[in-house]
């Protein structure tokens, strides 16, 4: 009936995630509310953890992207769970390690790091920056050497695979400002600079070839194309390379329109493929990493909203406001996302109403999403969209100087706060006269 399998009804016929009933949850921690589940959070990391040990063997690991959902709770359950972790900004690296997540399985990506951000990175002595381009080689050998120390690397390279996904988060073709183009040589060269920096050990190649992608041809496929590389690395270098990071990007169910590759099958299907390739190119088959975020915390969060305003434009649209918005869920106003809402009440019956869920910000473009089935709803229902774990607090504003909705995890029949609700004091923190 829902689209993530921890969602269910009580006998009261209430909504529930992780068992507990989400009217609890409202009167406790008022709305907006984001609810992440956290036994649903663990399963996911333990799937692809499982898998990767199973099918590649102990050597690889599955690098948690912290941009799908961050604060130090997450870190602290991706480091509980043997987990690695992708960051991207100072920010995330600071909340890693104010979690005392482990430094060395630590990954920082970005096509524009800040020269602060490096040197954090490498006092840090996080496992490898993700170089993205050549001045940001020149700079870290030179950061690093002036630290006495060897730093671990990997390549951002494009493959340019098509994953047949939307444009807006694409990001493995040529024309993206992401790394290095394999075609034109870039690349190769970028490779062949990387191995002569002094102060540098070039782990593996990365490449991530977008997001929310529903097969696993493309990832075959780009991993044929990078071990491609590497066999002419071999080759024309006299190196082999030791890893592979294949990125992230596996989809997830935000409709019933969506069906998932399991991830087991994924990594299972992707491991042999790498293994079939080296056979043939007679390379050793390197480490492999893979970095999801969506499909940890996507479909382990829900939020919950109190429905406002109900406009009814004869003919037209039925306009259902709620508490929220954009502020809290940006997806639709960035890519068009698509989601499914639940009222909360009466949970199981059926979504016969067609209606547009919009927020509260001043803006047209402040919805939650067009042509929702939902049930009939009035002012002061509550109600649930669900699979917003990911980029969805992560992406969240303060625009209209609205604060930030709370973060509560459940687990195992109870539920605590993990970020605090931001006050109308926090919203002038940093104001000056
Ligand atoms: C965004 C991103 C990921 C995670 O993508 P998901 O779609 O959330 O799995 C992984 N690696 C890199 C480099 C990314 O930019």
Known sequence: MFVSDNIDVNAKGNLTIGGIDCTELAEKYGTPLYVMDEDLLRKNCRRYKSALDNFCGGNGLVLYASKSFCCKAMCKIAAEEGFG????????LFTALSANFPAER???HGNNKKYSELVFAVNSNIGAVVVDNLSELETLNGIAEAAGKNVGIMLRIKPGVDAHTHDFIMTGQID???GFALETGEAFEAIKAALSCKHLTLKSLHCHIGSQIFEVDPYEYASAIMLGLMKKVKDE???EIPGLNLGGGFGIKY???NTPVDYEKHIECVANAVKNECAKLGLNVPKLYFEPG???????????YTVGAVKEIPSIRTYVSIDGGMTDNPRYALYGAQYEISAVKNAASPRSKTVTVAGKCCESGDLI????????????DLVAVFATGAYNYSMSSNYNRIPRPPVVMVSGGSSRVVVKGETLEDVIRNDLD
């Open 85 to 92: 972790l992708d960051v991207v900004s100072e920010g995330e």
């Open 106 to 108: 630590i990954v920082f």
């Open 176 to 178: 993206s400002k992401f």
């Open 237 to 239: 270098l006299g190196t």
């Open 255 to 257: 409709t019933q329109n």
């Open 294 to 304: 969506r499909s940890i915390s996507g479909p382990a969060g829900i939020t919950l």
């Open 369 to 380: 999403g067009k042509d929702m089935q939902l049930q009939e709803v009035k002012p002061g």
